[in-house]
């Protein structure tokens, strides 16, 4: 019988963390953009300046990229992360194709959040508050179960990456965050720095 896996509590109330930021994003966002359809001239607000503008971003073509508003998708997947995060604080384990199926929905999104934010800096040319927060969840999952996926060998890897995960997960994730922010800094240098 293959092995099932489960997680410690602080990994699970990373999930659970995780999806309720994403959740809450998706949320504000699906909120303002029915306030948006009421009311063209609606200002969500968190558009703060022309740099972190909700509204550009939220009537821009790549906020319904699937023919419906993106945080609808959100509120569907973070409403799945916060089961699985609860369903491992309860004690829940699950076989290697469970986390597999899991990895894949992470990695559409973590791919789906990185189209968003190069869109978002350079086609938009403006960032929403909330969207950032869901960026960062998404790439907090993504890693994390990447890492739980290698560890325990449902993705192949060699000893020194399993080692590197088991000891190390929390490194990609910082890089991964801090490149995305790094592009955000120089993108609007000009703006932030006068």
Not at 8 to 20: F, I, K, Q, S, Y
Not at 43 to 67: E, I, T
Request: with cysteine.
């Amino acid at each position: 019988m293959r092995p099932q896996v489960g997680g410690g509590r602080g990994p699970a109330l990373l999930l659970v963390l995780c999806g309720a930021a994403g959740l809450l994003a998706s949320w504000v966002i699906t909120l303002d953009e029915f306030k948006l359809l009421e009311n063209p001239a609606f200002v969500p607000g968190c558009s703060l300046n022309p740099v972190v503008s909700c509204g550009n971003v939220m009537k821009s073509d790549q906020a319904s990229v699937f023919g419906f508003p993106n945080p609808m998708l959100g509120l569907v997947a973070y409403g799945i992360v916060v089961c699985v995060g609860v369903s491992l604080l309860a004690g829940a384990r699950f076989p290697g194709w469970y986390w597999l199926l899991f990895e894949a929905g992470c990695l559409f999104g973590v791919g789906f959040v990185s189209w968003l934010q190069f869109e978002s800096l350079y086609r938009i040319n403006a960032l929403c508050l909330w969207c950032c927060l869901a960026w960062a969840a998404t790439i907090l999952l993504f890693w994390y179960v990447t890492s739980v996926c290698v560890r325990h060998g449902f993705i192949p890897a060699p000893a020194w990456l399993k080692t590197f995960f088991a000891d190390f997960t929390w490194v990609l994730p910082v890089l991964h965050i801090g490149v995305v922010g790094m592009l955000v800094l120089t993108r609007w240098w000009d703006f932030w720095t006068s």
